[in-house]
């Protein structure tokens, strides 16, 4: 599906055809056809549209004549059936800058581009093409804080419960938070790495403008933020993990060696029982009392045996 939008009287307007529009966003579903041709009118390579659906496609940047080329990771949820799949993972999107016109085309349904067509961003003008790439800079790391804040309240929620069950979809759900994490430490390494080489080399051509030079910026040290804070996330996640193995080991440990102190207390009236009860004289058959005797000393001797698996805290 290939939208066309502009600005108009302070609205975002959606047009049809290139002629007034200034900003064009590609989103599924379409066709190879229409993408050839959307490439064909607006004389961008064609390469410059469909790497940005590439799922494993990094951020980068690229400049073919006038044509800017920059693709950028973002986190959605993963809609993916697998019990043991990450619930976010991270998905380009491509934006190409050619004259006047902005093109943003992507493979998934996007949260950040929503917030753009539901007109929930302020300042923003497709016009301004500059700018709103620095705002889908901006959202797109806002995003990644949401979603890292979201990621870790679950954590802690996902801890107490282990306190009290230590049971495998609690574990399993850990795992799927710590495949995330690793989704959003690479995106955001990536992320940051080109931002930095675009504000080096001015790719957005902003050199002069103290705004857009201020807003960049300051997108490039929240990024950094967000990357501290999932690779913090990520060692706390690791360790929580840790920890909660080697809890289960013990808990098997000392549930094993209480079972083996049970039984070895059963053993001795058993064994007691098995000697007195063989088909042999033992001076005790002439005895009609003898089997309450018998009786009382294994009850006796197995409260000794118990007593000393207390003291040593074996029970």
């Known amino acids: ?4 939008y502009t600005k108009q009287s302070g609205k975002l307007v959606e047009v049809e055809g290139l002629e007034s529009a200034r900003w064009v966003n590609i989103t599924p579903p379409f066709s190879q056809e229409e993408l050839e041709y959307t490439a064909q009118e ?16 990094r951020s980068r940047y690229e400049r073919e004549d006038d044509v800017r080329l920059i693709v950028l ?12 799949a990450a619930i976010y993972i991270t998905v380009p999107i491509g934006i190409i800058l050619v004259g006047e016109i902005i093109i943003t085309i992507t493979a998934f349904e996007n949260p950040i581009l929503k917030k753009f067509l539901s007109g929930k961003v302020r300042g923003f003008d497709p016009r301004d093409t500059n ?3 620095l705002q889908i800079f901006e959202q797109n790391v806002y995003r990644f804080l949401t979603c890292l804040k979201g990621l870790n309240l679950r ?23 710590e495949k995330s994490l690793v989704y959003f430490v690479t ?29 960049l910026g300051d997108v490039i040290i929240d990024n950094s933020q967000a990357l501290e804070m999932a690779n913090t996330y990520t060692n706390i996640l690791s360790g929580t ?43 005790l058959e002439d005895y009609p009392n003898a089997i309450y005797w018998i009786t009382i000393a294994s009850i006796f001797l197995a409260f000794l045996v118990a007593s000393f698996f207390m003291r040593k805290r074996m029970f």
């Open 1 to 4: 599906m290939i939208l066309f």
């Open 42 to 57: 607006l004389d961008i390579p064609l390469d410059f549209l469909t790497d940005s659906l590439d799922i494993d496609e």
């Open 73 to 84: 990771n973002t986190p959605i949820l993963n809609n993916a059936d697998e019990p043991n």
């Open 131 to 133: 700018l709103f790439v």
């Open 155 to 177: 954590r802690n929620l996902l801890e107490q419960e282990l306190y009290d069950s230590s049971r495998n979809s609690e574990l399993q759900e850990l795992l799927r938070l």
């Open 187 to 215: 995106s955001l390494s990536a992320n940051e790495l080109m931002k930095m080489k675009m504000q080096r080399i001015d790719l957005l051509r902003i050199k002069g403008d103290e705004d857009k030079e201020d807003l």
């Open 241 to 283: 993990m840790d920890a909660f193995a080697s809890i289960i080991s013990n808990n098997l440990n000392i549930v094993m060696q209480r079972l083996t102190s049970i039984t070895i207390v059963l053993m001795i009236p058993t064994v007691i029982a098995s000697f007195f009860g063989m088909n042999v004289k033992n001076g």
